[in-house]
């Protein structure tokens, strides 16, 4: 455990996981696991995710998502919501789950650069006890009731927002739809710029993709995202849409959903009646992808998204746990990549990619 | 508005949770939320839809009776209405419950904010005091199809609260009522369901309460810690909302002597329209009791009216606390009510068995708003 490398997790719907879900993510994986109902595993798959196994695999910074959408055909998990002023609701309540754990001592908001410098050597120095470092993120931005409430969210410590998801948002059409941003997009990506907020381009539908890149200049990311060359789907992004992103200087997190990783996979059926054909090694192949087209690994991260609607059966087949993607490393040394890349990749190029965003890299 | 619809207060009502627990749009009228919990779901043709996932279809409650559209039109202009989330073991009935005290605080977080939304759109407003009241109480006098209703904030269980030291915070976000427990054994003490008493945090943070000046609501304290609350606290006390166990037996409902110990301490008892707490064949804890359908009319509520006014001898001491849509729908509401706005049909009974027109507005509005002026009076 005191080898673990610092690990950047990307993408987790941990606050979705311990409302909607109800899991005690203070409790160990095993814990969750028996006190889970059977309607919740069903649906939502085995738990990966705690934070004392987070702790174990050395992912010393998450970003967590508030996580909340207008979807009322929802059929699957009944969360899809009518109204933004629902999506507000749902939005705090995700906020305020992390200034709980915050106050428990679990967690700890990273803001600033010098929070972020400050976490990174106390994690370094003491991985025991440390909080675990937490980025606010949002995906879907409807529990942004309009541009004038960014200066709230920033306040908040909202750092990253992607402002579709699945469906149509409020905002821009999303993952499963066609068709690009919406009226009200331009004056929120104008204020998200302002407040030197990421735009996360995971779940645009492709045309959204070209338009936002187009309007927005300020730093973008991908916070959980794989390859369209390795597995089909609109789901994923075209090698013109990495290198989009690596021009701007932009991370993208691979994601472990087997449906994004396993071009077999069958998603009409329960992830639950089903086993991934993959293993992490496909996870390092679009990790590869990404480093091949953009001629370094520099644009490379994880955003696992494990536990993010889908769990254990879902993911690689040699994941039982979050803390196993520190097997990551072995299999990246085996490829060549260098002790370097590595750390660039498991901590090193989101945290470049914050301090710039930030405005104190460099 | 016809002269003789009164303003009606209702005590008790759970929309933050039907509005994002079971997705309910509260602006728009009950007949569409109606149709969109009954009517079949459309299936998106891309083949990327999150709606291809498969999964269980998460039970509805009964068909919907409140929402604000109707509330206007039976001139309900007032409610209590709550944050809600007890601390609970995952279990079959538990929609409402969280697995730990934090996520319990971050639930009514998110309730707070959706009705700090529906505040900002102007279809509520608050009522946190004595100008707040009067100035919605005016506006009812002439209300129109926008008039906002009035909002006085509650926590049903106060396991939210995570210390004493928190309770500033609830308050200045306009908190200003609480019952320390729901159902089952909850951070404070023993709720429906349970025996035993008070844990020793519920004192502290009783202490913080009254400090502030939040009154306490006696509902789902089980049968000591009702007791145990009534022997420490001095502040304000009502039961939102509360039934008679002389007509229907059951823990759940307050006994003659608490019925008049509410009423010593200047309390207000708020009348629930549920089949669960109307017919005296249903017992909580025996599922074989349990009608699917109600059998009870709004009569069987001035019952309870009535058997509470006899006992304190005056009409001082009774309200509303509907809990309409806390649990249930239209199936085990009171048989000829339809939605909300029906509550004027309840007037109309009261006024038919004889109660006098000075009553009738004490029961539909009058005490609460009497409760809360003294409360708020008196606040440090």
């Known amino acids: 455990m005191t080898t673990s490398l610092l690990l950047v997790d990307s993408h987790l719907d941990l606050a979705f996981d311990a409302i909607q879900l109800k899991r005690d993510l203070t409790a160990s994986v095993a814990s969750v696991r028996a006190h889970d109902p059977e309607p919740v595993i069903r649906s939502f798959g085995t738990c990966t995710v705690t934070f004392p196994e987070l702790r174990k695999g050395g992912v010393g910074l998450v970003f967590g998502t508030v996580m909340t959408r207008i979807d009322p055909n929802d059929a699957w998990t009944a969360t899809g919501m009518y109204t933004q002023s629902q999506c507000y609701g749902i939005g705090v309540g995700h906020l305020a789950y992390y200034q709980a754990m915050e106050r428990a001592g679990v967690l700890r908001f990273i803001r600033t650069g010098a929070e972020l410098d400050g976490h990174v050597t106390e994690w370094e120095r003491d991985p025991e006890t440390t909080p675990i470092g937490l980025v606010l993120t949002m995906e879907s931005a409807d529990s942004i009731l309009g541009p004038e409430c960014v200066p709230e969210w920033h306040a908040a410590g909202l750092r990253m927002v992607s402002i579709a998801h699945y469906g149509v948002s409020s905002y821009a059409h999303g993952t499963g739809t066609e068709g690009g941003l919406l009226p009200r997009a331009k004056p929120l990506l104008e204020a998200l710029k302002a407040h030197r907020i990421i735009l996360d381009v995971t779940h645009f539908a492709d045309q959204a993709f070209w338009e936002a890149l187009e309007v927005f200049d300020g730093r973008v990311a991908a916070s959980h995202h794989n390859c369209r060359a390795l597995v089909p789907g609109q789901r994923q992004l075209s090698d013109e849409m990495i290198r989009a992103i690596v021009e701007r200087e932009g991370v993208i997190g691979v994601a472990l959903d087997a449906w994004m990783l396993d071009p077999k996979w069958q998603r009409e059926l329960p992830g639950c009646e089903q086993l991934a054909h993959v293993t992490l090694d496909a996870v390092a192949d679009h990790v590869d992808h990404i480093a091949q087209i953009a001629g370094s690994a520099r644009h490379c991260g994880i955003g696992s998204d494990l536990d993010g609607g889908y769990g254990q059966e879902q993911a690689p087949r040699d994941v039982n746990t979050i803390s196993d993607l520190q097997r990551l490393a072995g299999i990246l040394e085996g490829r060549g990549y260098t002790p370097a890349d590595i750390r660039g990749i498991f901590s090193g190029n989101w945290i470049s990619l914050l301090k710039k965003a930030w405005g104190e890299g460099e | ?380």
Request: proline share 6%; hydrophobic share 40%; glycine share 8%.
């Open chain 2, 1 to 380: 508005m016809a002269s003789t619809e009164l303003l009606i207060i209702d005590g008790h009502l759970d929309m933050a949770a039907n509005a994002l627990a079971l997705r309910r749009d509260l602006t728009q009228p009950v007949q569409v939320l109606r149709e969109r919990e009954g009517g079949i779901r459309r299936r998106s043709g891309h083949k990327d839809s999150l709606e291809r996932r498969q999964g269980p279809l998460i039970p509805a409650q009964g068909p919907a009776t409140v929402a604000l559209p109707e509330m206007r039109a039976g001139r309900v202009g007032i409610m209590v209405s709550t944050l809600m989330c007890r601390v609970q073991a995952s279990g079959p009935d538990t929609t409402h419950a969280a697995r730990t005290r934090e996520a319990a605080y971050a639930v009514a977080r998110s309730h707070l904010a959706y009705y700090q939304a529906l505040v900002r759109q102007g279809e509520i407003s608050w009522i946190r005091d004595i100008p707040e009241l009067e100035a919605c109480l005016r506006a009812w006098e002439n209300p129109s199809l926008q008039t906002p209703v009035g909002l006085i904030l509650s926590m049903e269980s106060a396991d939210p609260i995570l210390g004493p030291e928190q309770v500033p915070e609830w308050y200045e976000a306009g908190l200003r009522s609480v019952s320390l427990t729901h159902f089952g054994s909850n951070t404070y003490g023993h709720g429906t369901g349970t025996r035993g008493g008070l844990f020793p945090s519920a004192y502290p943070l009783m202490d913080a309460l009254r400090k502030v000046g939040i009154v306490l609501d006696l509902t789902h304290a089980a049968e000591l810690a009702f007791w145990q609350i009534l022997d420490y606290w001095d502040g304000p006390v009502h039961a939102s909302h509360c039934n008679c166990r002389a007509l229907v037996p059951g823990q759940r409902h307050l006994s003659d002597e608490m019925v008049r110990a509410i009423a010593g301490r200047c309390g207000v008892i708020g009348m629930v329209f549920a089949e669960a707490m109307l017919n005296p064949a249903w017992v909580w804890e025996e599922p074989v009791t349990q009608r699917p359908t109600a059998s009870r009319s709004m009569s069987a509520v001035v019952e309870h009216v009535d058997h509470i006014c006899q006992l304190v001898g005056n009409t001082d001491h009774v309200a509303l606390g509907t809990d309409l849509d806390g649990g249930f729908g239209r199936d085990l509401a009171p048989t000829d009510l339809d939605t909300i706005a029906d509550l004027q049909k309840f007037v109309g009974i009261l006024r038919s068995r004889g109660y006098r027109e000075e009553d009738v507005r004490k029961i539909a509005h009058g005490n609460l708003i009497h409760f809360f002026h003294q409360a708020w009076e008196h606040t440090p």
